[in-house]
């Protein structure tokens, strides 16, 4: 009976939503008649047809001041934004994706002949969002703005939605749209009604494309490695996990490339690199997406610091071939991407920052020292992860020009080779930049009896309660055995890098579409109240 009331109720909610109606604004209301009354008329809203575009807005407002014998047939499509309307003539301003483009319309052009109905019927009952094709002439107005004089148009797509359109005044802007959870939501939006937008991808794509150029022109090879794989590993991580039904076992999505990678050097590649989406479930914030991109690149035959030079000069490419210039501006601060970039070991920049060497310190001594500097200490923190902890709390945001951390200790990296000359430490280096971290290098550990140690661990700090603790990947382990040379490899922050050069405070400014918490719309909570009650 039970059983068959619970069923019941849920059925009863589900038959209650289903009943209520979709709930439009009134502009919403009036732009769907629209869409009927053009369908009365004949008129489809959303053609297939093909409309040939044979120039851009950009590309008319450089050529044709030079030359005004350009565009005198040209066919131009793109988004309404704004709209005067005057009796027989108006004005329309329209937007490609190049820019924007002032259109004169007359009614007696467009509709020739007795019937000038279609004029009211149809033109003038085109809304803000709508897009549109055009041919006609380009002029220059007796304002003094270049614009397109129509002959023709054609609706390709009406737009249901108001736009939340930007006002502007006297130089001033009203009703921006600058919620940013709303565009992060919404990027289509914000793409639509914040152009400027679409440069911090221009700029984010001609990034990766100089690194790629980069890396090619050097004859490394860019690769693929699985992105489901049945061990997560390659970095310090929460992954996450999923099911494969066919196989009856547990994915994870990968946290790094890494040991794939170097399974391709063991295969006997000189060099190898991947863009890479990886996935970390771990906190958001302005700088962690659970999604993000890196580049890891791995060589053969050498090191870390043949690798701290490499990016020293890749990094300086991009950003001259982002602005012309090793300098950047970022918030308040130009940085200078020029080479050669400050170097310190790790323990030369706790000493430099905080007055203390704490590299001959016990773990008790290490644990003491750092809450006294202020880092929250557990008992699941071994040496390795005391150190990293002390350099972010009293170093790395102090470390705003480009700055490569070398020689971290031991204890803090289970894939890295040890120190050739330094007892206790290992051949790594990051580099930090804007008071974060840009990239993550080593010299390789190839030795597979020493990195089966480091393995194991990781396994004790996982049992200790470490959960981003490392996994012992025996496939992996196997391929060493049968010798990997030694190799340098890098892995570096496409998004973080993306924020820097492109002057973005938040790493959600450069991912189109990053994560977000769901989305709880407004008639979504008063029905989840209205069906408590």
Same mark, same amino acid.
């Given at each position: 009976?039970?059983?068959?009331?619970?069923?019941?109720?849920?059925?009863?909610?589900?038959?209650?939503?289903?009943?209520?109606?979709?709930?439009?604004?009134?502009?919403?209301?009036?732009?769907?008649?629209?869409?009927?009354?053009?369908?009365?008329?004949?008129?489809?809203?959303?053609?297939?047809?093909?409309?040939?575009?044979?120039?851009?807005?950009?590309?008319?407002?450089?050529?044709?001041?030079?030359?005004?014998?350009?565009?005198?047939?040209?066919?131009?499509?793109?988004?309404? %934004?704004?709209? +005067?309307?005057? /009796?027989?003539?108006?004005?329309?301003?329209?937007?490609? !994706?190049?820019?924007?483009?002032?259109?004169?319309?007359?009614?007696?052009?467009?509709?020739? #002949?007795?019937?000038?109905?279609?004029?009211?019927?149809?033109?003038?009952?085109?809304?803000?969002?709508?897009?549109?094709?055009?041919? /006609?002439?380009?002029?220059?107005?007796?304002?003094?703005?270049?614009?397109?004089?129509?002959?023709?148009?054609?609706?390709?797509?009406?737009?249901?939605?108001?736009?939340?359109?930007?006002?502007?005044?006297?130089?001033?802007?009203?009703?921006?749209?600058?919620?940013?959870?709303?565009?992060?939501?919404?990027?289509?939006?914000?793409?639509?009604?914040?152009?400027?937008?679409?440069?911090?991808?221009?700029?984010?794509?001609?990034?990766?494309?100089?690194?790629?150029?980069?890396?090619?022109?050097?004859?490394?090879?860019?690769?693929?490695?699985?992105?489901?794989?049945?061990?997560?590993? /390659?970095?310090?991580? &929460?992954?996450?996990?999923?099911?494969?039904?066919?196989?009856?076992?547990?994915?994870?999505?990968?946290?790094?490339?890494?040991?794939?990678?170097? &399974?391709?050097?063991?295969?006997?590649?000189?060099?190898?690199?991947?863009?890479?989406?990886?996935?970390?479930?771990?906190?958001?914030?302005?700088?962690?997406?659970?999604?993000?991109?890196?580049?890891?690149?791995?060589?053969?035959?050498?090191?870390?610091?043949?690798?701290?030079?490499?990016?020293?000069?890749?990094? $300086?490419?991009?950003?001259?071939?982002?602005?012309?210039?090793?300098?950047?501006?970022?918030?308040?601060?130009?940085?200078?991407?020029?080479?050669?970039?400050?170097?310190?070991? %790790?323990?030369?920049?706790?000493?430099?920052?905080?007055?203390?060497?704490?590299?001959?310190?016990?773990?008790?001594?290490?644990?003491?020292?750092?809450?006294?500097?202020?880092?929250?200490?557990?008992?699941?923190?071994?040496? #390795?992860?005391?150190?990293?902890?002390?350099?972010?709390?009293?170093?790395?945001?102090?470390?705003?020009?480009?700055?490569?951390?070398?020689?971290?200790?031991? $204890?803090? !990296?289970?894939?890295?080779?040890?120190?050739?000359?330094?007892?206790?430490?290992?051949? &790594? *280096?990051?580099?930090?930049?804007? #008071?974060?971290?840009?990239?993550?290098?080593?010299?390789?550990?190839?030795?597979?009896?020493?990195?089966?140690?480091?393995?194991?661990?990781?396994?004790?700090?996982?049992? +200790?309660?470490?959960?981003?603790?490392?996994?012992?990947?025996?496939? *992996?382990? +196997?391929?060493?055995?049968?010798?990997?040379?030694?190799?340098? /490899?890098?892995?570096? #922050?496409?998004?973080?890098?993306?924020?820097?050069?492109?002057?973005?405070?938040?790493?959600?400014?450069?991912?189109?579409?990053?994560?977000?918490?769901?989305?709880?719309?407004?008639?979504?909570?008063?029905?989840?109240?209205?069906?408590?009650?």
């Amino acid at each position: 009976m039970t059983a068959f009331l619970t069923i019941k109720m849920v059925y009863l909610q589900v038959k209650k939503k289903k009943e209520r109606k979709m709930e439009l604004s009134e502009q919403e209301v009036i732009r769907r008649k629209k869409l009927e009354d053009f369908a009365n008329l004949g008129i489809n809203s959303y053609p297939a047809e093909e409309f040939t575009v044979n120039a851009t807005t950009a590309e008319i407002r450089e050529k044709y001041p030079q030359d005004n014998t350009l565009f005198q047939n040209v066919s131009i499509a793109g988004r309404i %934004m704004k709209q +005067r309307i005057m /009796g027989a003539v108006s004005f329309y301003e329209l937007q490609d !994706s190049k820019g924007k483009i002032q259109i004169y319309v007359k009614r007696d052009e467009i509709c020739p #002949g007795e019937d000038k109905s279609a004029y009211n019927s149809v033109f003038k009952k085109l809304d803000i969002g709508d897009i549109i094709g055009v041919n /006609g002439f380009v002029f220059i107005t007796q304002t003094g703005e270049i614009s397109i004089h129509v002959k023709s148009y054609k609706l390709l797509s009406k737009s249901l939605r108001p736009l939340p359109i930007v006002k502007e005044k006297d130089g001033e802007v009203f009703d921006a749209f600058q919620d940013p959870e709303q565009r992060y939501r919404q990027r289509y939006l914000d793409l639509i009604v914040n152009p400027e937008v679409k440069d911090t991808f221009i700029k984010r794509t001609l990034l990766v494309n100089t690194m790629r150029n980069f890396l090619n022109e050097r004859g490394y090879l860019e690769v693929e490695t699985p992105i489901l794989q049945p061990l997560y590993g /390659g970095a310090a991580a &929460r992954p996450f996990k999923t099911h494969h039904n066919k196989l009856d076992m547990t994915l994870y999505l990968r946290i790094a490339d890494e040991l794939y990678l170097k &399974r391709l050097i063991v295969g006997g590649f000189d060099g190898v690199y991947e863009f890479s989406k990886d996935f970390r479930n771990e906190g958001m914030d302005r700088f962690h997406n659970p999604e993000f991109t890196q580049m890891e690149l791995y060589v053969a035959y050498k090191d870390y610091e043949w690798m701290m030079n490499l990016v020293e000069e890749m990094v $300086e490419a991009v950003a001259i071939a982002l602005h012309g210039t090793t300098q950047v501006k970022v918030g308040e601060n130009i940085i200078d991407f020029k080479r050669p970039w400050k170097r310190f070991t %790790m323990y030369e920049a706790i000493e430099h920052f905080t007055g203390t060497d704490i590299s001959e310190m016990s773990e008790e001594e290490m644990a003491c020292f750092a809450k006294k500097v202020g880092v929250a200490v557990d008992n699941t923190m071994g040496r #390795g992860k005391l150190i990293d902890e002390i350099f972010g709390e009293t170093c790395e945001s102090k470390l705003i020009q480009p700055t490569f951390i070398y020689d971290y200790p031991l $204890e803090m !990296s289970p894939l890295t080779k040890k120190h050739r000359s330094k007892p206790g430490l290992t051949e &790594r *280096f990051e580099a930090i930049c804007n #008071g974060k971290e840009l990239c993550n290098a080593y010299s390789e550990l190839n030795d597979p009896i020493d990195q089966r140690k480091r393995f194991e661990d990781q396994l004790e700090l996982g049992r +200790r309660g470490d959960t981003e603790s490392m996994v012992l990947d025996e496939d *992996f382990l +196997r391929s060493l055995e049968f010798g990997m040379p030694p190799t340098a /490899g890098l892995g570096i #922050g496409i998004d973080r890098l993306a924020m820097i050069m492109t002057n973005s405070n938040s790493i959600q400014d450069v991912l189109l579409f990053p994560q977000m918490k769901p989305e709880r719309k407004a008639e979504e909570t008063q029905n989840t109240e209205s069906d408590k009650q």
